[in-house]
């Protein structure tokens, strides 16, 4: 993947904004104000291109727009149904996917587990 300056630009915003697991037009608006001169188009591209490569993870949603993060570690999402806020949770509970290829003859290739509530600020409302 060549490196390019828009790339480069969308690389500094994941980065920068790793804890808020972004959507495509938060990138592209945060792009936009330190580089200019990028497509949302290419946005997008960009972020699938990255998540295809496993640099990122795509968060798809049927309710909201999906979500890129850069947390590649096994972790719960705790999603705010409030506010749409998405908290990474480290779990004290391991599941280990060679276990689950054994036991179901099932080949694990990725994992993902969200738990949906309110946050702090949202339960404070």
Do not use: W
């Not at 949770?89 to 080949?107: G, H, L, T, W």
């Amino acid at each position: 993947m060549k490196l390019t300056p828009q790339r480069l630009a969308i690389i500094d915003v994941l980065v920068e904004k790793t804890p808020l697991h972004p959507s495509a037009s938060f990138v592209y608006r945060e792009v936009k104000k330190h580089a200019g001169g990028i497509s949302l188009s290419t946005v997008y591209a960009t972020l699938k291109e990255l998540s295809r490569q496993g640099i990122i993870k795509m968060l798809e949603f049927d309710r909201m727009e999906n979500r890129f993060e850069g947390n590649l570690t096994d972790h719960i999402n705790l999603i705010c149904k409030g506010c749409s806020k998405i908290i990474d949770f480290k779990s004290p509970i391991s599941i280990n996917s060679k276990e689950v290829d054994k036991k179901a003859r099932f080949q694990v290739t990725d994992t993902r587990l969200d738990f949906y509530g309110y946050c702090q600020e949202c339960r404070k409302k």
